[in-house]
């Protein structure tokens, strides 16, 4: 059973970035699962730090991304939208170059509040860091 409330179309939820820091860096999301949101970052120099590795804020955008899209999916967005509370991101290991795959998936979705887990990996499918994002559900006036 799906927990989403709106499924777009990737290209829907693609085009909602355009000319935002999200697509500055890249990011598109590639798959919306029943229970689960991907996606992925090119690494680019842009996005590295000065010693040729993927700079931490990059992976917290990137995870940030993922999360918020998808705990804005979950809501009726007639009545409720998503912002972002804490992010708290452990830096495993370092990517230097192909990309940078992330995966969301609901660790709790409550009435006020919702902590998702997004797990980066490299282009081999190694873990490269682990996400907790916990997003505050505000009613609309």
Do not use: F
């Amino acid at each position: 059973m799906s927990i989403w409330k709106t499924t777009p179309t990737l290209d829907q939820v693609n085009n909602h970035s355009k000319e935002t820091l999200v697509d500055h860096l890249g990011i598109e999301i590639t798959k919306i699962t029943e229970d689960s949101l991907e996606g992925q970052m090119p690494v680019t120099n842009q996005i590295k730090q000065p010693y040729g590795i993927v700079h931490g804020g990059a992976n917290c955008v990137l995870a940030e991304t993922l999360g918020s899209v998808a705990a804005n999916l979950v809501l009726d967005s007639t009545k409720q939208h998503a912002v972002g509370l804490s992010i708290h991101t452990n830096h495993i290991k370092a990517v230097r170059n192909g990309v940078v795959k992330g995966i969301a998936k609901a660790k709790h979705i409550g009435r006020k509040t919702q902590v998702w887990e997004i797990v980066t990996y490299n282009s081999k499918d190694d873990v490269t860091s682990i996400t907790s994002l916990t997003m505050s559900n505000i009613d609309r006036l």
